[in-house]
């Protein structure tokens, strides 16, 4: 039996949440304020309108089969003993800066990386104004919250359509306050992949000011007309539409690194969000493989072999993962760390002291204390320390 | 300074493969003949067209620079240290049975599961009695060359544009003396995913046979009007490339896990070649998590955790990886095993003995039994035991 409250396991999270308020493009001018993402549901509650940047898409809702109970909300995606308005109360809480801390001081989670949640809506704006004012206004709000505590580490939304606009909010948010720059896995409709020459300014920007490139997974720019995430249908779907989730974050590293960004910026740093961190090594001997046995086809030649930038430059959080300690100790990227995914039900709130007593209990004292405080504390060392455990 | 001729290491390989003979289809009726697949260059050299099964594509071909030498063969995903002309006498020689022995004796590989060529081309054929003959010839002549020796485990093309014939042809191929079974990380254009229902018999009769399921990574159906395995260009492209063709392997193996497969099955083994393995402990923890933590939406349920079914009845080779022998030691998959991927530039032709001594020297010496040997045994127990090191 594990007494919790008196060994209390403190960790950082590489990864956390928070919900943007509905009203929160009010402040912007009527022209751009309309063209930003907005849901109407039709009276019948059979499907909804979807309105972003001129375009209207309408979308299925799922329906009640005959005999159910009427439902509140749909979300089906969360464990079993708990009930759907959850997520509600979750975002409530965690919208809220005291709420918040003290269910981390309950929790034994100490600083957090805190992503945006309208991130993904906005990769299917076409028009760059209207993601530049946009990512404006989302971090504004991002950084109002991140003055309430030093152990909030606010991720920067980048508006993509422009490489001048990213450039320039990247250096903009380094400026104000922020520590770290949320970017897709994949970037929006219509732009190139991230081993493209276009992006080169934006990793530079980057580098030269310190702040930490956020991946967080799950975040490709969809298709509006089907419900985001789903990929498979049927048997297992649950299952696999969520391990398909986890192959983004590793083609973003893998195209940072294989096209060279990494090497032309060893101080560059890179996090990669709720993806696991297991993946990591195996992608690691999986570039060396192609780069050394495709080494005629190979462009641009690095300095070291791309395994040595994924160990040296890339991290990466897990929540339950009971393999992803070995990463650290057993294979030697000691750039994993844990992450809570507070609010989300993907993560570990309500049992986070469980799941780090299960992942940590047993494990030599310098390997968890890296994985929970010191991997993050590489990254955001403005954060003070957490309480002794 | 390694010496290998007094300290052969032995391995056998969960990955190698044979090259069809052009003549191949000439035994089978004209109609059907003429529907399979066949290449026809261009004179002018701009492009070729390819005919399958009465679709007619063109391709265009990689046109010289200005100044470059002509070339004989257009192979370069290869090492920087390897002729154009390496893969075509790779092939000469491993398609000869006593010259492959010969190779292998003095690499120091001794049994290998062999996997046909031709595979991803008939997966665009469309006519089912095109694919179930064509898979008879080629498991002829797949069966003719595993009866040079014990140590060929040769596998069988599994025709999959019916389930009937599936079915069918699992059993046949077992009768006649195939032990393993090829599938394509992907079924055919047109055919259900993996975890479909349409699948069941199909993996009954794997189980019921004992054949073993052999997963051979980048064989998902491609566009016949673009290079095969070409997903990126630009930067960074030849590792973007490589990278890629393992998620397939991961996805099949969660889509028979989550659809229950494995669960109705526990005598079913199934492997996964040339993908890597040390994404298996990553995978087995990710699905884990979408189990739990979307326990709600989950269907069906199993009687294990997902993870359970992949250390259980999940096997996987890889080359190279360092990281590769922790994910037995450090996290606990014991089905992890070696291969060669023989006669391919991705493999470790003529350098097998440096590679087994980098990843095996130092190495618990019952870690690198199970690796090397134990775990291929257990897959295809009638293989003689390799020479003593």
Sequence with gaps: MINITTNKVWANSGDSHIMEPLDLFQSLPEDIRELMPRSVKDPSGAFETIYIDGQEFRRELPQPKPGDEPKKVTINARPVDSGEDDFIHRVISGNDPAHRLKDLDDEGVWGEVIYPSLGIWTFNIRTPRVVKEGSRVMNEFALDFQKHSPRFVCAASIPLLGIDDAVAEVRRSSDVGFHCGFLPTKPPVGRPEWNDEEWDPMWAAFAETGMVIGFHI?????????????????????????????????????????????????????????????????????????????????????????????????????????????????????????????????????????????????????????????????LFPHVPDPPVS
């Design 218 to 378: 799950g975040t490709e720019p969809h298709d509006p007309t089907a419900r985001t995430g789903v990929y498979y249908r049927g048997r297992g779907g649950a299952v696999l539409n969520y391990v398909e989730t986890t192959y983004g974050g590793q083609r973003a590293i893998t195209q940072v690194i294989a096209c060279g960004a990494l090497d032309r910026h060893p101080e560059l740093k890179v996090l990669v969000s709720e993806g696991g961190a297991t993946w990591g090594p195996f992608i690691a001997d999986r570039m060396d493989e192609g780069y050394r046995q495709h080494g005629a086809a190979v462009r641009p030649n690095l300095s070291k072999l791309p395994s040595q930038y994924l160990y040296d430059q890339v991290y990466a959080s897990f929540q339950h993962d009971s393999s992803a300690p070995a990463a650290n100790w057993a294979m030697g990227w000691t750039n994993v760390l844990w992450g809570s995914d507070y609010p989300h039900f993907e993560g570990t709130f309500g049992h986070t002291q469980k799941t780090l007593h299960e992942l940590f209990d047993g494990v030599d004292a310098e390997v968890s204390q890296r994985i929970r405080i010191g991997a993050f504390q590489e």
